[in-house]
T-cell receptor, first 115, second 115 residues
Framework: AQSVTQLDSQVPVFEEAPVELRCNYS??????LFWYVQYPNQGLQLLLK??????LVKGINGFEAEFNKSQTSFHLRKPSVHISDTAEYFC?????????????FGTGTQLKVEL | DADVTQTPRNRITKTGKRIMLECSQT?????MYWYRQDPGLGLRLIYY???????NKGEISDGYSVSRQAQAKFSLSLESAIPNQTALYFC??????????????FGPGTRLTVL
């Protein structure tokens, strides 16, 4: 079964600083990878996804992620964060050989941007 | 109007009561999902449906049942609610087909408290 590890449960960062949220997955097969964001009291919104092709994926709100197959990682980055980026971020994976697009989520990383 | 709606948004109930959470979508997607979110655990799949005649258990289906009344509607029921079912519940939808459409779209969530 797939698993997703987000080692950092909380990441504090100052406004305008860069940030990296880490995600590792367990799989020896090709997978589809996603980052979702959850703002306070809201549902999940898709930030970006990797299906195939270029390993650097750009998403909304200035975020990007890099797929690294050898390290089974899909870390999320932003060069300069804003207060409005404060939210919880979830990494998720789909194993396309599993017969359907069932998402397996990590436990989430709370990003707190401070002035 | 929101593409994926959930009702109610908040519900407080007592142990042993039957509860139904409803999800409707206007995206025209065939696939629908129910997840629960618990702090520190991320989102876990309860049930999913790939079309009106297809219902499948997820990783934590015990204590829950679902009904796919139409392509646009997918309900989650707790036959006899218990306190450890207190959680935030999300409905999601996705298209069937090419990899480009494999992302899931989430509703705003239902916060359920079982006393």
């Amino acid at each position: 079964a797939q698993s997703v590890t987000q080692l950092d449960s909380q990441v504090p960062v100052f406004e305008e600083a860069p940030v990296e949220l880490r995600c590792n997955y367990s799989s020896s097969v090709s997978v589809y990878l996603f980052w979702y964001v959850q703002y306070p009291n809201q549902g999940l919104q898709l930030l970006l996804k990797y299906l195939s092709g270029s390993t650097l994926v750009k998403g909304i709100n200035g975020f990007e992620a890099e797929f690294n197959k050898s390290q089974t990682s899909f870390h999320l980055r932003k060069p300069s964060v804003h207060i409005s980026d404060t939210a919880e971020y979830f990494c998720a994976v789909i194993d396309p050989t599993g017969g359907g697009n069932k998402l397996t989520f990590g436990t989430g990383t709370q990003l707190k941007v401070e002035l | 109007d929101a593409d994926v709606t959930q009702t109610p948004r908040n519900r407080i109930t007592k142990t042993g009561k039957r509860i139904m959470l409803e999800c409707s979508q206007t995206k025209g997607h065939d696939r629908m999902y129910w997840y629960r979110q618990d702090p520190g655990l991320g989102l876990r799949l309860i049930y999913y449906s790939f079309d009106v005649k297809d219902i499948n258990k997820g990783e934590i289906s015990d204590g829950y049942s679902v009904s796919r009344q139409a392509q646009a509607k997918f309900s989650l029921s707790l036959e006899s609610a218990i306190p450890n079912q207190t959680a935030l519940y999300f409905c999601a939808t996705s298209e069937t087909g090419t990899r480009a459409h494999i992302a899931q779209y989430f509703g705003p969530g239902t916060r359920l408290t079982v006393l």
